[in-house]
């Protein structure tokens, strides 16, 4: 799961200004204001001021970038920078949809067995497993009607719409007494969160300022992990009480309220403003949170893209198989088809099962530990990614799980060894 967020943090990140400038310490007339704790800013200041003085006006803006510049470069980039903070409240919101997604993984991990006992498909793992994953298969729907949605919508009605089948699915899921009541409400949950997996990223890639986009697209994975460790660690309790999973699956539709009262407060995406017409809504979200200086310079790339919109109606899905695209489809395709197969959904979800069979006592703290584990994983990427770059990360997290993947086979079969050695002792005796 951490590659796929990786892969799209690396997908979404190429924004509309390929060459950023750091503006944070001259935004005077924004609502928030960034600003770095340098005590070299006063007098580079007074150069720019200088600079003005003796340029025309045309100049006076490239004075003001350069002296911000200079004094990044005069203490080496340190002190404290808040540039991102302007962003933040509305990154955050949007990644509480992915601890939605989190949630529903880590879910019906503990809490399986006792929702086959009551709802009479104990034993039929077939079952059990189609009701941990089928929201799986929704999202897969959810998915691909995100793109129209959001042409249509904006990303803020959307996000709010997207909460609808959220709350209702969870709760007809929670109230279930049939397993066709709780695939059903399953199956909801999963249509919203199809649409939050592809709507998260564009949102945070499309409202975050380009200097600390790699950091805050990495909230997408941190809220998914803390959700996973919310459900496992609220499923303990699980292990002593067969009803339990009720009162979780009503926990899972407080998030989606959360959310859409949230949006309400948020702002939209500045290119879909531009793309919509509302030229001075999309300018004030620019302004206050990428700064005044990058207006224009924003305005300018969304209207040209927006011009280009139609430029390519003539191209084909198969140009993605065809020079200079097949290389990029192949490495991205491939690298979403190897973390599938890593396993980490099976463990995610079925990680309290696993640990019983090879006799852990209490499964369901031990699969606390293992998102507990993941979440350590989204900690790293939000500090290196901006840092290290998309491909040291990638190349890193899949040796990793290389690793990973060898300890658990070498545990798997010293449990199988011991197993066959007590069953081979009793045979003897």
Not at 12 to 18: E, I, Q, R
Not at 38 to 46: G, V
Not at 201 to 209: K, Q
Not at 351 to 366: I, K, M
């Amino acid at each position: 799961m951490n590659s796929i967020h990786f892969v799209s943090a690396a997908i979404v990140s190429t924004h509309f200004n390929s060459n950023p400038i750091l503006v944070s310490f001259l935004r005077t007339k924004s609502k928030f204001k960034p600003y770095s704790l340098n005590h070299s800013f006063r007098s580079s200041k007074l150069r720019v001021s200088a600079l003005k003085d003796q340029l025309p006006e045309s100049k006076t803006r490239n004075a003001s970038n350069e002296g911000a510049k200079l004094s990044l470069d005069e203490n080496g980039g340190g002190g404290f920078d808040f540039g991102w903070l302007p962003a933040f409240p509305h990154v955050l919101v949007a990644s509480m949809s992915n601890f939605i997604f989190g949630y529903h993984i880590g879910v019906m991990n503990g809490p399986i067995v006792s929702i086959a006992r009551e709802l009479g498909f104990e034993g039929n793992s077939f079952i059990e497993g189609l009701v941990v994953s089928i929201f799986i298969a929704g999202a897969f729907i959810g998915s691909i009607s995100t793109g129209s949605l959001v042409d249509k919508l904006g990303c803020r009605l959307t996000f709010q719409i997207d909460t609808i089948p959220l709350i209702i699915g969870a709760i007809i899921s929670a109230k279930a007494h049939s397993l066709n009541e709780i695939l059903g409400g399953r199956f909801l949950v999963g249509l919203g969160i199809g649409v939050n997996t592809v709507l998260v990223p564009i949102y945070i890639s499309e409202v975050a300022p380009t200097k600390y986009r790699g950091a805050l697209g990495s909230l997408c994975q941190i809220g998914t992990c803390l959700g996973i460790i919310a459900s496992l660690f609220l499923g303990i309790p699980s292990e002593n009480d067969p009803h339990w999973w009720r009162t979780m699956l009503y926990i899972a539709s407080i998030p989606g309220f959360l959310v859409a009262l949230g949006m309400q407060f948020s702002v939209d995406s500045p290119r879909w403003l531009c793309k919509a017409g509302r030229i001075n809504d999309a300018k004030t979200v620019v302004r206050e949170l990428w700064g005044a200086s990058e207006v224009e310079s924003a305005i300018e790339e969304f209207q040209s893209v927006s011009k280009n919109d139609g430029s390519d109606l003539d191209s084909r899905w198969s140009e993605i198989l065809e020079e200079p695209h097949s290389r990029v489809s192949f490495i991205g395709g491939t690298l979403f088809v190897l973390q599938q197969f890593a396993g980490i959904n099976g463990v995610l979800y079925f990680s309290s099962l696993t640990f019983q069979d090879v006799g852990v006592q209490s499964s369901a703290l031990a699969s606390l530990f293992v998102g507990l584990t993941n979440f350590a994983g989204a900690l790293c990427a939000l500090y290196l990614i901006d840092r290290e770059g998309r491909q040291k990360l990638l190349i890193g997290s899949y040796l990793g799980m290389v690793w990973g993947e060898n300890m658990e086979r070498d545990g798997l079969m010293e449990s199988i060894s011991e197993a066959n050695k007590v069953l081979w002792g009793r045979k003897r005796g």
